[in-house]
């Protein structure tokens, strides 16, 4: 037995088992012993804000972030309960009533199931934070082209903002820093667009400003973009045939010879040319120059002249001044008893056509003819317009207005 015991050293091993449990039970008995135990760095817990805002007009600017740190007394089995996240620290901001740097009193609190532990730090369970009032006012909205592209043959013709100002509410040092509130649009115009946008509340640097304090009536805005259309058009006009003179034989100066316009697009796109009114022919001489008021239609605007010039031009044509005898009237209808009869025996006129023709023209070819249809015939001597045929010649024609006077008088039985 002896032999045995030596040989597995049973006495070793027993002695060690009895020193291990005298130990543990040392430790048992004396580790959990009271002590203390730091936690750094816990942040605190504000609560109530909510109410300051909404009773008090009051807001927290800076504090909100504090951390502390607690030193609690308790046991040991007691103390390994307490960690950075099962303590926690709470303050409760309500008790707040003015501005400046406030101190706000906390609570520390641990799990439910933690007995006998207490705070030994800090003893004065404050914290402090800084408040400002909230108040109001108006900032101006304004837009900026930066971002704006508008394409060659376009422009930007107005713009505005709804609303032109919002209201912004939030502590007073930091609504002192604004200046206005900016729309940046990113878009490429080519037509008038209407649309909501964002803005940036900025400083006089442009600076954007930001706080989390800062309340706004509305968040975006309604932006108006009156986009026009820039235009360069042509101008012209209306020949009218006369005097032996056709289109075809016309030259025309236009001084200016565009105009520059700015309108809708819908309406200015397909203008192509803006027709100042009629010339005719028939009264116009060469290197006559006609005025007209340049007027684009509804909706398109002039950027440029509002009067144009006209000069005229024949090409190919030649003018001759003759006396003509054969006048006549037709379709005469004076006063009962009353006879109507020519006073004109001889009129000068100048015919206009091509060479050729104009070199074969003989007075005897000219007929002047007045057609008294509709003319209200009177007692006595009135002017007329009448018309002058070239037998033979379709292409040469008389320039200007011709008149003939004619004459009413009794007839040969009287009036009735």
Not at 10 to 25: C, D, K, N, P, R
Not at 212 to 230: F, K
Not at 254 to 263: C, D
Not at 275 to 293: C, E, P, Y
Request: proline share 5%; aromatic share 6%; glycine share 8%.
């Amino acid at each position: 037995m002896r032999s045995w015991l030596k040989k597995y050293n049973i006495g070793f091993w027993a002695l060690s088992l009895i020193l291990a449990v005298m130990f543990w039970l040392y430790v048992t008995v004396n580790q959990d012993a009271e002590r203390t135990k730091t936690i750094d760095r816990i942040h605190v817990t504000f609560t109530g804000q909510t109410e300051l805002l909404q009773e008090k007009d009051i807001v927290v600017t800076s504090g909100l972030d504090a951390v502390i740190s607690v030193t609690l007394r308790g046991r040991l089995t007691e103390l390994t309960k307490c960690t950075a996240e099962t303590v926690t620290v709470v303050a409760n901001l309500n008790t707040i009533t003015s501005t400046g740097v406030q101190p706000v009193e906390y609570a520390i609190r641990w799990p439910d199931d933690v007995q006998g532990v207490r705070v030994e730090t800090p003893t004065s369970r404050l914290v402090r934070v800084t408040t400002d009032k909230i108040r109001s006012r108006p900032v101006d909205v304004r837009l900026t082209h930066e971002k704006l592209q508008i394409p060659t043959g376009y422009k930007l013709d107005g713009e505005s903002i709804d609303p032109a100002q919002i209201i912004v509410r939030g502590p007073s040092e930091v609504l002192m820093l604004i200046d206005h509130a900016l729309v940046a649009p990113e878009k490429e115009l080519t037509q008038t667009v209407v649309f909501p946008s964002t803005f940036t509340l900025v400083d006089t640097d442009g600076n954007e400003i930001t706080s989390e304090d800062l309340y706004l009536e509305t968040t975006s805005v309604n932006v108006t973009l009156n986009v026009s259309m820039v235009k360069e058009v042509p101008l012209g006009v209306n020949l009218i045939d006369g005097g032996g003179a056709k289109a075809a034989n016309v030259q025309l100066d236009f001084s200016p010879p565009l105009v520059e316009l700015s309108g809708d697009p819908v309406v200015l796109g397909p203008l192509n040319m803006i027709t100042l009114g009629n010339i005719d022919l028939s009264g116009a001489v060469d290197g006559q120059t006609f005025k007209f008021s340049v007027v684009p239609p509804n909706g398109v605007a002039n950027n440029g002249k509002t009067e144009a010039e006209v000069t005229v031009h024949f090409i190919g044509l030649t003018s001759q001044r003759y006396d003509a005898e054969n006048i006549t009237i037709t379709n005469a209808a004076p006063p009962e008893g009353y006879e109507v009869r020519v006073v004109t025996q001889s009129l000068s006129v100048t015919l206009r056509g091509p060479q050729g023709d104009m070199s074969r023209v003989q007075a005897f070819s000219i007929r002047i003819v007045a057609d008294l249809e509709g003319v209200e015939l009177a007692k006595g001597q009135q002017t007329v317009l009448a018309s002058v045929y070239v037998d033979g010649f379709p292409d040469v024609g008389a320039i200007g207005e011709v008149k003939i006077t004619v004459e009413v008088t009794d007839g040969p039985d009287g009036p009735s």
